[in-house]
């Protein structure tokens, strides 16, 4: 049975991408992309360990895990929330607000991140739909 790259089910943002076909060290590409998207974050640490099956924590925020996992030349950088900070709940505070919230911050990081991931030849993709086998399909955005 085919599959597809792993998305953590918690994720607000996925940004998928083709790996280049250039890219012989995945662990410095790997790197390459932390060095970008750190820009855009105040404070983060270096993520360790897995996340779920088959996904590895990129970096750790106050505001959200970032995770990365591959599959066959197709990778997703996923924006997983953490739990709301205590204070901030209140009759107006739900999780969707808080998924709200941490899904536009995702959207401004990315924005900010997307020159500086081209130039690492990251190709932005969509999902756009999958076989009933379980096969991916993505097309260039």
């Known amino acids: ?37 750190s820009e855009g974050i105040d404070a983060w640490t270096l993520g360790r360990g897995w996340y779920a099956r088959e996904t590895s924590i990129l ?41 709200s919230i941490v899904r536009g911050w995702a959207e401004q990081l990315f924005e900010k991140s997307k020159e500086g991931l081209g130039d690492l030849g990251l190709k932005r993709c969509r999902h756009v739909g999958t076989f009933s086998n379980g096969e991916q399909v993505f097309e260039l955005a």
């Open 1 to 37: 049975m085919s599959r597809g790259v792993l998305v953590p089910a918690e994720s607000v943002y996925d940004w998928y991408f083709a790996v280049p076909e250039d890219s012989d060290d995945f662990e410095e590409l790997i790197d390459g992309i932390r060095e970008v998207l």
């Open 59 to 99: 970096m750790d925020t106050a505001t959200a895990i970032i995770t990365i996992s591959e599959y066959c030349g197709m990778a997703v950088l996923s924006v997983v929330p953490k739990d709301a900070p205590e204070d901030m709940w209140g009759p107006a505070r739900t999780r969707e607000v808080w998924r």
